[in-house]
C-alpha cells in the first residue's frame, strides 16, 4: 500500500516521485546542449594545462607598400599588443540526494538533475561571455552600455539617462541591422562567421518584418517557409540565434522592464578558455545519509576585439 502525503516530511517532499542515480554523461549532454554563445565565439582548451593566465597577440595590421625597381623593400615595424586572458571562474552545482528518494522514488529525478545541472552551467558561461559585449566598440564594460547602439537605426548611440532616465532604446529595425553590419564592414572584420544573437522579444520583432518571412524576399516555399514554421535562419548571411540569456541594459530609473541587448559579432571578438570541462563527482555522505552529488567548471572568457562586435538596446 502507497504512504499518503502526511508520512513524507522535509526535504524528502522533495525527493518523492524520483530516483537519485545521475549519470555524468547526461550531465556533459545537457550542458553542450544548451550552449550558445560558448559555441559562436573563440574556444581555446587549457584543459590538463596549468597557470591562470593567458597570453593572446593582437598585431596590428599592415599596409602593402609600392615597390620600386632596385630599392630596397620597405619594412612594416611591428606596432602589435597582446590582451590577457584570466582564469577565474569557478562554477559548482551541487545536490544532495537522500537515501529516501533512492529506495522509493522513479527515474524522472535522474532526467531532471541531468538536464538541470547542465542548463545551470551552461546558462553561467553563456551569459559571462554576452556580458562583454558591454565593452564592445570601445565601452566602458558597465550595463549602461555607453558604447551600445539603439536597435531603431544603428547609429544613435544609447542613453541610460534619456527620456527622464528611462533610456533611448528602440524596437529592432531593418535599418538597425544594416547599420550594425556596415559598422563590422567598416572596422574590415571578416564576413565569415558572423553571428546576431537576440532575446525573445527581439525575435518576436524580426517576424514581423516582411523582408525576414515572406517568401518574395527568402525564396522558400512550402513547408520551408519561414512564416510557416517560424525559424529565423539567417539575415544578410548573418545567422541569427535566439538566447534568453541575452544581456540586460540598466538605465537609471530603476525600472523592472529594463532594455534588452542583442550582439551583433564575429567569433574573433571573445573566447573561452576552459581548463576544467564539465566535472561531475558523486560523495556518499553517511552524517546525511545521502549521496552528494557536484558537477562543476573552470574557465575564464575575455575580449579579443572590441570592434568585431556591435551591441544593439531594445526594448525590454
Keep these: 500500500m502507497a504512504l499518503g502525503t502526511d508520512h513524507v516530511i522535509g526535504s524528502e517532499v522533495n525527493s518523492a ?3 537519485p542515480e545521475v549519470w555524468s554523461d547526461e550531465i556533459i549532454a545537457a550542458y553542450k546542449k544548451n550552449l550558445v554563445a560558448a559555441n559562436l565565439f573563440k574556444k581555446m582548451n587549457m584543459k590538463g594545462k596549468k597557470g591562470d593566465v593567458v597570453h593572446f597577440p593582437a598585431p596590428a595590421r599592415g599596409n602593402a607598400t609600392s615597390k620600386s625597381a632596385e630599392a630596397q623593400v620597405t619594412l612594416i615595424a ?4 597582446e590582451k590577457t586572458v584570466t582564469i577565474n571562474q569557478h562554477y559548482e552545482y551541487s ?3 537522500e537515501d529516501f528518494a533512492e529506495v522509493q522514488a522513479l527515474s524522472s529525478l535522474r532526467r531532471f538533475y541531468t538536464d538541470d545541472a547542465g542548463y545551470a552551467l551552461a546558462t553561467r558561461i553563456d551569459t559571462d561571455l554576452l556580458v562583454l559585449g ?5 565601452g566602458s564594460g558597465t550595463s549602461a552600455y555607453n558604447k551600445g547602439y539603439i536597435g531603431g537605426d544603428g547609429a544613435t548611440l544609447f542613453d541610460a539617462t534619456a527620456n527622464t532616465n528611462t533610456g533611448n532604446e528602440t ?5 538597425g541591422i544594416r547599420r550594425a553590419i556596415q559598422r563590422l564592414d567598416d572596422a574590415d572584420v571578416p564576413m565569415d562567421g558572423r553571428f546576431f544573437i537576440v532575446p525573445p522579444v527581439a525575435r518576436n520583432t524580426l517576424m514581423g518584418l516582411a523582408r525576414f518571412t515572406e517568401q518574395a524576399f527568402t525564396g522558400e516555399t512550402g513547408s520551408g517557409n519561414t512564416i510557416r514554421n517560424g525559424q529565423i535562419g539567417d539575415i544578410y548571411g548573418v545567422k541569427v540565434y535566439v538566447s534568453s540569456n541575452a544581456d540586460t541594459a540598466v538605465t537609471s530609473d530603476g525600472s523592472d522592464t529594463n532594455p534588452r541587448v542583442c550582439l551583433l559579432a564575429h567569433p574573433e571578438a571573445f573566447v573561452l578558455v576552459e581548463q576544467l570541462g564539465v566535472r561531475v563527482q558523486t560523495q556518499y555522505k553517511q ?4 549521496t552528494l552529488l557536484t558537477a562543476d567548471t573552470l574557465y575564464g572568457v575575455g ?7 556591435v551591441a544593439l538596446v531594445i526594448p525590454g
Excluded: H, K
Excluded at 558591454?134 to 570601445?138: H, M
Excluded at 524596437?171 to 535599418?175: F, I, K
Design 17 to 19: 516521485g524520483f530516483v
Design 78 to 81: 611591428e606596432s602589435g599588443t
Design 95 to 97: 545536490r544532495l540526494i
Design 134 to 138: 558591454r565593452g564592445a566598440q570601445g
Design 171 to 175: 524596437a529592432l529595425t531593418d535599418a
Design 287 to 290: 552524517e546525511y545519509l545521502g
Design 303 to 309: 575580449e579579443l576585439r572590441d570592434t568585431s562586435a
